[in-house]
Nanobody, 119 residues
Framework: QVQLVESGGGLVQPGGSLRLSCAAS????????MGWYRQAPGKQRELVAA???????SYLESVKGRFTISRDNDKNTVYLQMNSLKPEDTAVYYC?????????????WGQGTQVTVSS
């Protein structure tokens, strides 16, 4: 069993910042890619940022220069620092982990955390 617990969402004014965290626990013993997705009302879920076990990062074009993804491998935790937030960043943000458990590799999701950017 793998659990992903997210935190850090909330309401922020345009131009503000938030930091999301996602900690993986359970019988997961190796993690490859960790990422953040988001889904706004009426839209498809999209990949915001991802980071490999080696530290390679990728970003959605619209968040480049504003968001930074990082990870702490000792804590099985991934972070998303979001700066210069815009109303169009409003969405539910989901953590995603590609990890190994005794039965094999799997794709795991957090419960989602709401980010609302509004004045």
């Amino acid at each position: 069993q793998v659990q992903l617990v997210e935190s850090g969402g909330g309401l922020v004014q345009p131009g503000g910042s938030l930091r999301l965290s996602c900690a993986a626990s359970g019988n997961i013993f190796r993690i490859n890619v960790m990422g953040w997705y988001r889904q706004a009302p009426g839209k498809q879920r999209e990949l915001v940022a991802a980071i490999t076990s080696g530290g390679s990062r990728s970003y959605l074009e619209s968040v480049k220069g504003r968001f930074t993804i990082s990870r702490d491998n000792d804590k099985n935790t991934v972070y998303l620092q979001m700066n210069s937030l815009k109303p169009e960043d409003t969405a539910v943000y989901y953590c995603n982990v590609d990890g190994a458990v005794p039965s094999g590799w799997g794709d795991y999701w957090g419960q989602g955390t709401q980010v609302t950017v509004s004045s």
